[in-house]
């Protein structure tokens, strides 16, 4: 397997853009994580879906991020309009259940000027 | 308070020494990971456990449930294990994760 499968690798990006992260988790997990890590706060777990349901979105910053699974195999999430302060490393991970171990993907590192 | 402590912050160490990494929480939680990220930037999981201990190859994880404490021991440390090492703990049925600051390893040949 292919593992968790994030892109872009990196972005750059000037304030007021959209951004759009994308994740294929591992086949066969029903849990999708999205963190997001700084420096200031490290890792902060910003939504999780199950079974491609939104479960917790509490970590999710503000009204100006968005997260979508619309099928087992693909999410997003998404910043609009975006701000210097959302620049960080956003990781996705998947299990096969919501309280398994997790797998990482290689993370986005987003920057935006 | 954070409600996942770990010490030390940093931790530099001679190639052979016996490393010990420690994770106190204050939560109720079903299990605690152990995370593993390297200068790169990948995040890799270690150990999952919610009681007893685990190991694997020269890491071993601990977890006390009633004193909320969990340790994770490197043996005959090498300077490949230079990583930072996180501690995050899940409560009760839910995936929502709650990570510690990290501990910064440096190994030295």
């Known amino acids: 397997d292919a593992g968790v499968i994030q892109s872009p690798r990196h972005e750059v990006t000037e304030m007021g853009q959209e951004v759009t992260l994308r994740c294929k988790p591992i086949?066969?997990?029903?849990?999708l994580f999205w963190y997001r890590q700084t420096m200031m706060r490290g890792l902060e777990l910003l939504i999780y879906f199950n079974n491609n349901v939104p479960i917790d979105d509490s970590g999710m910053p503000e009204d100006r991020f968005s997260a979508k699974m619309p099928n087992a195999s693909f999410s997003t999430l998404k910043i609009q309009p975006s701000e210097p302060r959302d620049s960080a490393v956003y990781f996705c991970?998947?299990?096969?259940?919501?309280?398994?171990?997790?797998?990482f993907g290689p993370g986005t590192r987003l920057t935006v000027l | 308070k954070n409600e996942v402590e770990q010490s030390p912050q940093n931790l530099t160490a001679q190639e052979g020494e016996f490393i010990t990494i420690n994770c106190s929480y204050s939560v109720g939680i079903s299990a605690l990971h152990w995370l593993q990220q390297h200068p790169g930037g990948g995040i890799v999981s270690l150990f999952m456990l919610s009681s007893g201990k685990k190991k694997h190859g020269r890491l071993i994880a601990t977890i006390n449930i009633q004193e909320k404490h969990s340790s994770l021991h490197i043996t005959a440390s090498h300077p490949r294990d230079s990583a930072v090492y996180i501690c995050a703990v899940a409560g009760g049925s839910q995936g929502n994760l709650i990570f510690g600051k990290g501990t910064k390893l440096s190994v030295k040949p």
């Open positions: 991970a998947s299990s096969f259940l919501v309280n398994n171990e997790q797998f």
């Open positions: 086949s066969g997990h029903n849990s």
